[in-house]
């Protein structure tokens, strides 16, 4: 059973960061790649950041282009997000998902990733 566990959310100011942490149990630890997918409040899902298991190809979404940062640690097992220069609509929860699409694209649904952790909440408040 793949089982992904996300932390790092928190309540900053705009311009401020976060990094959140996605630990992927061992027993799971593989050759695909990890994604960050978010979900504002009543919008749908959108596919943040998908990472190579290898950490040499990552892809993002057009409008966290150049502030988000992802990366691998595979010793420890850990998918890393970073967070700079944080604005009002990054408020959402920030999934780690597993096994999605093969093409990158903006939205998504649940049904696309077949493992999910239980998300952590950013919110971006002045």
């Known amino acids: 059973e793949v089982q992904l566990a996300e932390s790092g959310g928190g309540m900053v100011q705009p311009g401020g960061s976060l990094r959140l942490s996605c630990v992927e149990s061992?027993?799971?630890?593989?050759?695909?790649?990890l994604s960050w997918v978010r979900q504002a409040p009543g919008k749908g899902l959108e596919w943040v950041s998908y990472?190579?298991?290898?950490?040499?190809?990552?892809l993002y979404l057009d409008s966290v282009k150049g502030r988000f940062s992802a990366f691998v640690d595979n010793a420890q097992n850990t998918l890393y997000l970073q967070l700079n220069n944080l604005e009002i609509e990054d408020t959402a929860m920030y999934y780690c998902?597993?096994?999605?699409?093969?093409?990158?694209?903006?939205?998504?649904?649940?049904?696309?990733?077949?493992?999910w952790g239980q998300g952590t909440q950013v919110t971006v408040s002045s």
């Open positions: 061992e027993s799971t630890f593989g050759s695909s790649g």
């Open positions: 990472t190579s298991r290898d950490g040499r190809s990552t």
């Open positions: 998902a597993k096994n999605g699409p093969g093409a990158f694209r903006p939205l998504v649904s649940r049904a696309d990733f077949r493992y």
